[in-house]
């Protein structure tokens, strides 16, 4: 089975949302992603429901840069966002509390896109 890409991922993000945990978050998110699958994502996230379009926006609550490779190894688990943000693999600019929130909102997160993907959760 291919690889889960983040073209996957930003194309199921909305279906991996945890609304239940998003009771009052009002945020917009620009993930800015280099390396091998190069792209800007905008991830906005209001009255419990998830929106995510290719592109760029002004005034993002908190914006994101990451290597293509090392954003797929935080969302498989096998490197801590902590860690990479400390080893200058994952760059955060914003609000704070928002990014620790994050993981929350996506808490469906990888098991349903390995879901979707027929692939061994």
Not at 66 to 89: F, I, K, T, V
């Amino acid at each position: 089975m291919d690889e889960i890409t983040i073209r996957d991922i930003m194309l199921n993000l909305p279906r991996a949302f945890s609304p239940e945990n998003a009771q009052d978050v009002r945020a917009v998110v620009q993930l800015h992603v280099t390396g091998d699958e190069p792209g800007d994502w905008v991830i906005r996230i209001q009255e419990g429901q998830c929106e995510v379009n290719e592109g760029q926006v002004a005034g993002a609550d908190l914006v994101f840069t990451a290597e293509a490779r090392d954003l797929l190894e935080m969302l498989h688990g096998r490197l801590n966002p902590l860690s990479a943000y400390m080893m200058g693999r994952l760059d955060f600019r914003g609000n704070s509390t928002l990014a620790m929130k994050l993981p929350s909102l996506f808490a469906k997160g990888m098991a349903y896109l390995k879901q979707q993907r027929g692939q061994d959760q």
